[in-house]
């Protein structure tokens, strides 16, 4: 079999360096041993390195139907996030965090707005 796909090595396919486009929530919520002084180190690895950086981002959905999504910031390799920019609302070290920080927003959101829809919650912030 000839042709462009077969001359391409495994290699290749890890040497496309494109900055993700990542947009940090300015109300960013924190999880537990998350430090807001390691934030731009971190977001660094995140945007460059995101299979080596291990945590949890919470991010504002693309669908209309979902509240809030929690991705592995390692999905952030895959290419659709290449050309998509996200906006991240919380970060946390591993995904009980993660959940510990949505019931974190949903309390907020029910403080002070005295219902639960968490997209317009974190979008007005």
Same mark, same amino acid.
């Given at each position: 079999m000839h042709g462009v796909i077969t001359d %391409?090595?495994?290699?290749?396919?890890? $040497?496309?360096?494109?900055? $993700?486009?990542?947009e940090l929530s300015p109300n960013l919520y924190y999880g537990e041993g998350m430090h807001p002084e390691d934030l731009e180190k971190l977001m660094e690895k995140v945007c460059h390195k995101p299979l %080596?950086?291990?945590?949890?981002? #919470?991010? #504002?959905?693309?669908?209309e139907s979902d509240q809030i999504e929690i991705l592995s910031s390692r999905y952030l390799a895959q290419g659709y996030y290449a050309t998509h920019s996200i906006r991240v609302v919380g970060i946390a070290n591993d995904h009980d965090d993660a959940v510990s920080l949505v019931i974190k927003i949903?309390?907020? *959101? %029910?403080?002070?707005r005295k219902d *639960?829809?968490?997209?317009?919650? %974190?979008?007005?912030?």
């Open positions: %391409l090595k495994v290699k290749d396919f890890f $040497r496309v360096k494109k900055k $993700r486009k990542v %080596l950086s291990n945590v949890f981002l #919470l991010l #504002l959905p693309a669908n949903t309390e907020d *959101c %029910l403080a002070i *639960c829809n968490l997209k317009e919650f %974190l979008e007005w912030q």
